[in-house]
Structures are given as structure tokens and as C-alpha cells.
């Protein structure tokens, strides 16, 4: 009786999922669209903090820190960062302090109690580019330009693919049908998921003169600025593959005599002497 | 416990004495987990991930019970107070992704253990009890891992847990207030969070209550065995200390050296990368995805693309998702083939291989895209499920003829044949 109903009950969900495997066949169809056509998956592109023996290259991450503050900050903010962090990419106490300054972030003026803005403290968080949201839509064609803290996190590949999208920008090919073409206000790009993008090419060659005499190559600062949103994006990674080695040492270690002990005790239930 | 051969505690020193005559916790260790407890000699490393999985649990529970002394159960803050975690707690970092990680290990380790109890027939009596006890603990932390994932509260937090919640919806007549009730508010929100939050730190202590109960259960018939074969005789048996103490020990070593490798070197491999968006009502993600753990069922409930009838598609898709897990519970009546293991059914075996290849087709394609060639084939793969579990195996347990059994497990073990199959690490 069990077995009957169990049956009938094992036909009904059956008959059901043939009949949409039914329709499903008849109606069969590979998506296919335009984006996936055109679309790059981001470029092979390698970090001093990849891999498990990763660290970051403080000299790199200062230079990426540069073209965040004279290039991305104009429209990006870096909210889960605040100064007293950078002292991680080899800032002293005294250049921490001397860069918080040199950023205005939102205050209260000690004696109306208004807003106001003031200089950085080491404690303060990076200031925001733009009041709120909507203020940051207006003055970039409806488009808000992300936070920046989390981006290597945030996408697939986040490093490459931040360091594939500012280096990607070009002309549109010629068989991109029309629809798919930028439209105003929109940059082609095919790093993009969509393949336009609201972001105008950033970097300029020359843009920003690195103090280590680095060359200034859109090529060498997308590289930077990529290292240094993998720091922002989890500035405990160093720490995380450094804690790693011996943590799987002890680890080994413990199972090897685990293994061993298990060995001993079991050598009188092997075979033919049980 | 209950078998004639379960040693009797005998109390050696007087404080143990008084203590077994007031309170005898001595006694249920020695019987529980010490050498009062004899276990099937032949048990192989199958048999070692349930351990692992009580040890998952512990993980869970104290790296659980950290993160939230520092995270914040608000819509308005949930996120940052994730992330403040990750960057200004001191070792917030390996908490976090040991929470995050031990989870994923948590499900794997059950789901080895579960595929186990299927090959082996670990179901059948006289351990129903064990198993339906089982597949409870299965759902509550089906229920406790998605709760935990909307926590962050990122984009796939949020969407997910649109998205499952949405499932109550398809519910005929009440479905819409019933979601409406879950979620506090037409869409996921601070109410909703705030009682995740809640049931999420409530929900671990109902697993242990109830690991309690499957654990006591087991100890009444004891362990299953490869065989299949119950034990006849002390001599079929090894005490659980110090065998498979120091047995579950070694693995355990092994396990938490694979769970390191993922939390120190790739934590994120498991995760999806939107989670790292802050959640965001107004931006629908490409794909939705729910947490690897849950794709074959997320698979299952997207096969169903037509309406059945009467019946709409995605009210099918609902049913079947939760009776996909739901058949579980009637395995022990499905399957009346008095041989267990599957070593011994040439047949249910050859069925059981098809199933694994059906549900490792049902992990890849719920994480796939909701298009073709991926639904047709999930249409393939569920049906498959469902006919494997409520069609092929009572067929099969009333037509099979098994292989012979060995006489014991002893035999099975020592046998006097030379190449007599050896049970891994006995």
C-alpha cells in the first residue's frame, strides 16, 4: 500500500517535470546576446599580495593611494577606510596626520553648532565627495559613482577587473550593431557587463607624478590604484596569509601524531591477530 | 548502552562513587563516548563524519557567539558593523570567515554523511529514529544557514532572502499575508533582520538539543556498519575509546587542515562577490544565487517551468523543493530491502551512483544561470530525483536479489581468505 502511493505520489512530480522538460525542448533556445558577444573577460594581471605568501608592496600602495586622492576621490568615495589605516602602507604618524589634514571632512562649528567642514583628523574616516546620493546622480548623468572600499571584493576577479576596466577603454568595433553603440554620455568599454559605461576614461597618461619616479602610464597607474583598492578592500589580508603557515603547521603536525597514535592503537585489531 | 556487551561503569575512586550514586554524568560520558560503548570494528572513514560534524557545530556556535558580541542587527548598519569586524576587531578577520567557511564545511561534512546513510542504508531499522532525528537537524540547518547568510545584510543577503521568502507567497489563499507576517513588512527589512538575527542565534541550540536526541538514539541500536550486518558478538566490536577517539581524532586533524587552507587562503572562494555590495532594495543583481549549499534544491525549484494544470508552475516548484527534502523522512518505509548496505544490492546500487551523478548535476546547475541548455537539463536531473526516491527504490528493494551476507562482521573483517575485503582502517 506504502509502495503504491509512494508511487503515485513519485508519478505525480514526475509527469510534472516531464511535461515542463516537454515544453522546455520544444521551445529551446540559447540565449544569446550582444553584451555576451562583445563582452572581455578581465585581463590576466598579478599582484604582490597574490597568492599564499602574498604581501603587499607598500611602495605600490602609496602610489595607488596618490591616484586615489588626485584622481578617483574627485567622484568616488573610500567610506570604511580612515587615515589612521594608511599607516599600514609605511606613512609615519606625522605624514598620516599631514594627509588627514589635507582633506576638508563635515564638522560642527564649535560656536553656532552649524555645519561646517574642518581639517582631517588621523581618527576621521575619508570624507564623501558628494552630499548624498542624489547629489552624486546629478553631477554624473544619473550614474553614482560607487564606493570604492570594497570594489576588489565586489566583483568577480576585483583587482583585474578594476585594473581591466581603467585600462580597457576604446573605440566601439565596427560590427557592434547600433543599439549596443555608447550613447551620449557613455563610453565604450568592454570590461563593462554591459559594455557602456557611464565613466569617462580616468586616467590620462602623465596624469599623476609618482614621487618614486615611477612612470605615470595609464598602464602603471590602473596597476597601482588596483593594489591599493585590494589593500581597502581587506587590509588584514597580509596578516590573514601570514597567520595562515603556522596555524597549518601546528595543524599538521597535530594530525601526523594523531595519525600515528591512531596507528598504535589500533596495531592489536589488524588483521589475523584480532 | 543496550547492547548485552555495553560495559557496566564501575566506579574505581570514592568521589566517583558518590558522584555516579547522585549524579551519574560519569557514567553517561563512559557509555556515550568512552570504552563503554562498543562500536562495529569494521567501520570506515565514512563512519568519521559525524564527529566532524559535531565538531562543525562547535565551531559555529563559539565563532558565532563572537561575531555577535560586535555585530550590529540593523538595516541601517548591519553592513559596516561587518565590516568593522573584518578591519578594527582584533582577529574579527578569522572569525568571520571561520564562521563563514565553517558553515560551507558544516554542509559538506553532512552531506557526506547524509550520501552515507543513503549508500549504507543507515536508515532502516531499527535506526529510523536516528534517521528521521537526522533529517530535522538537516532542515534546521537548511533554516540556520539562510538566516545567517541575509545577516550582512548584502546585495545577495537582501535579494536572497527576497527571493525565499517569496517562495511562502506562492502558497495558495494565504500566502501573501504569510509572508507579509515572516518578513514584518512587504519587503525585507529592519523587522526582518532584527528576527533573523534572533532565530539565527536561537536555532544552533535547538540543533544541539536535537543532536542530543539522535546521538541518544544511535547509542540504542549502536553504529551501522558497512556490512549492513547487525553485531553478533563482542568480538565484532572495539570499545570507542581509545578506538575511535583516537580514530576521530587523526580525521579531525585533517578536516580542520583543509577548513585553514580555505579561511587563511581563499575565504572567499564560497561567498559571491555582491555580498561585499551593501544591500540595496532599488538594484536587482544579475543573478540571484542563494549559498551553494542550497543550489540542487534551488535547482528543483527552478525546473519546474509550466503550469501543472491547475497548479501554477511556481507553486509546483515550491512544493517540490520542500518535498524533495521532505522524502527523506519516509526512506526507512520507500526502502524495504532487508539487506542495507548497498554492497551487497548490485542493483540499488547501480541506482545509487545514478543518484549521486543526478544531485552533483543538481550543485552545479542551481548556481547556473535560470537558462538553457541549464533548465532542460535540471528538468532531467530532478526528475531523476524524484523517480529514484518515490519509483525506482521500492521497485527495486521488492524485485533485487542481494549478494550473500557475511555471517558477521567479524568474519567480514578477518574472513579466512586471504584477500577478504578489509574495512579501511580496521
Not at chain 1, 264 to 269: H, L, V, Y
Not at chain 2, 119 to 131: I, L, Q, T
Not at chain 2, 168 to 184: D, H, K, N, R, T
Request: net charge neutral; glycine share 8%.
Amino acid at each position: 500500500m506504502a509502495r503504491i502511493l509512494s508511487i503515485l505520489v513519485g508519478l505525480f512530480f514526475v509527469v510534472a517535470l516531464a511535461w515542463s522538460l516537454l515544453v522546455g525542448l520544444l521551445n529551446f533556445e540559447l540565449p544569446h546576446s550582444v553584451e555576451q558577444e562583445f563582452y572581455e573577460h578581465p585581463k590576466e594581471v598579478h599582484f604582490a599580495s597574490d597568492g599564499a605568501f602574498g604581501k603587499f608592496d607598500r611602495q605600490q600602495l602609496q602610489r595607488g593611494f596618490q591616484v586615489y586622492k588626485e584622481v578617483c576621490s574627485a567622484c568616488h568615495s573610500l567610506r570604511l577606510v580612515a587615515f589612521r589605516d594608511l599607516a599600514a602602507l609605511g606613512y609615519n604618524e606625522a605624514e598620516v596626520k599631514a594627509i588627514a589634514a589635507g582633506f576638508q571632512v563635515p564638522g560642527i562649528d564649535p560656536n553656532t553648532g552649524e555645519a561646517t567642514t574642518r581639517p582631517g583628523l588621523a581618527t576621521d574616516y575619508f570624507p564623501k565627495p558628494y552630499a548624498n546620493d542624489v547629489a552624486a546622480g546629478a553631477a554624473n548623468n544619473n550614474a553614482i559613482p560607487p564606493d570604492l572600499s570594497l570594489m576588489a571584493k565586489a566583483r568577480h576577479d576585483g583587482a583585474a577587473y578594476v585594473y581591466s576596466l581603467l585600462t580597457g577603454y576604446q573605440n566601439p568595433p565596427a560590427d557592434l550593431p547600433e543599439a549596443y553603440r555608447p550613447g551620449t554620455g557613455l563610453h565604450y568599454n568592454p570590461y563593462f557587463p554591459n559594455l557602456n559605461l557611464a565613466m569617462a576614461p580616468p586616467l590620462v597618461e602623465g596624469q599623476v607624478e609618482f614621487g618614486d619616479g615611477s612612470p605615470s602610464t595609464v598602464e602603471q597607474m590602473s596597476k597601482d590604484i588596483s593594489a591599493f583598492l585590494v589593500w581597502t578592500a581587506e587590509p588584514t589580508l597580509e596578516k590573514r596569509k601570514q597567520t595562515g603557515w603556522p596555524v597549518l603547521g601546528f595543524l599538521l603536525f597535530a594530525t601526523i601524531l594523531g595519525f600515528l597514535s591512531f596507528r598504535n592503537i589500533w596495531a592489536d585489531k589488524k588483521k589475523n591477530k584480532g | 548502552m543496550s547492547f548485552p556487551w555495553a560495559k557496566e561503569y564501575t566506579p574505581q575512586v570514592p568521589f566517583m562513587k558518590w558522584m555516579d550514586a547522585r549524579l551519574p554524568l560519569p557514567r553517561l560520558v563512559y557509555n556515550a563516548v568512552g570504552a563503554g560503548y562498543p562500536v562495529p570494528r569494521n567501520l570506515n572513514y565514512f563512519w568519521n563524519f559525524g564527529f566532524m560534524a559535531l565538531a562543525c557545530l562547535m565551531i559555529q556556535i563559539i565563532t558565532g557567539v563572537i561575531l555577535a558580541m560586535h555585530y550590529a542587527s540593523n538595516a541601517g548598519v548591519a553592513f559596516d558593523s561587518v565590516e568593522h569586524i573584518m578591519r578594527d576587531v582584533n582577529w574579527g578577520w578569522l572569525m568571520r570567515y571561520a564562521h563563514a567557511n565553517g558553515a560551507s564545511a558544516f554542509f559538506v561534512v553532512v552531506y557526506i554523511h547524509i550520501f552515507r546513510g543513503f549508500y549504507y542504508g543507515s536508515y532502516k531499522a531499527p535506526r529510523e529514529m536516528v534517521w528521521l532525528l537526522g533529517v530535522v537537524i538537516f532542515l534546521l540547518m537548511m533554516a540556520t544557514g539562510f538566516l545567517g547568510y541575509v545577516l550582512p545584510w548584502g546585495q545577495m543577503s537582501f535579494w536572497g532572502a527576497k527571493v525565499i521568502t517569496g517562495l511562502f507567497g506562492a502558497i495558495p489563499l494565504v500566502g501573501e499575508p504569510l509572508q507579509i507576517w515572516l518578513l514584518g513588512g512587504f519587503s525585507p527589512d529592519n523587522a526582518a533582520l532584527n528576527r533573523f538575527f534572533s532565530l539565527h542565534y536561537l536555532l544552533p541550540f535547538v540543533i544541539i538539543g536535537v543532536v542530543v536526541l539522535h546521538i541518544w538514539a544511535l547509542h540504542i541500536p549502536g553504529s551501522s556498519n558497512p556490512t549492513g550486518v547487525e553485531v553478533k558478538s563482542e568480538s565484532d566490536t572495539v570499545p570507542f575509546f581509545p578506538y575511535f577517539i583516537a580514530k576521530d581524532g587523526w580525521t579531525l586533524g585533517a578536516f580542520l587542515l583543509i577548513l585553514s587552507v580555505m579561511i587563511f587562503f581563499a575565504p572567499n572562494m564560497l561567498g559571491h562577490p555582491d555580498n561585499y555590495i551593501e544591500a540595496n532594495p532599488m538594484s536587482t543583481p544579475a543573478h540571484i544565487v542563494p549559498e551553494w549549499y542550497f543550489w540542487p534544491f534551488y535547482a528543483i525549484l527552478r525546473a519546474f517551468t509550466v503550469d501543472f494544470f491547475f497548479i501554477p508552475a511556481k507553486l509546483m516548484g515550491v512544493v517540490a523543493m520542500f518535498g524533495s527534502i521532505l522524502i527523506w523522512f519516509f526512506l526507512p518505509w520507500l526502502d524495504k530491502s532487508p539487506v542495507r548496505s548497498a554492497s551487497y544490492r548490485p542493483l540499488h546500487r547501480k541506482f545509487f551512483y545514478v543518484l549521486l551523478v543526478a544531485m552533483a548535476l543538481l550543485f552545479y546547475l542551481g548556481g547556473a544561470p535560470a537558462e538553457e541548455p541549464y533548465v532542460v537539463m535540471s528538468q532531467i536531473a530532478s526528475l531523476y530525483y524524484f523517480a529514484h526516491f518515490l519509483i525506482i527504490l521500492p521497485i527495486v528493494s521488492a524485485i533485487e536479489r542481494p549478494d550473500p551476507l557475511p555471517f558477521s562482521i567479524t568474519e567480514a573483517v578477518l574472513g579466512k581468505d586471504e584477500n577478504a575485503k578489509l574495512g579501511t582502517g580496521a
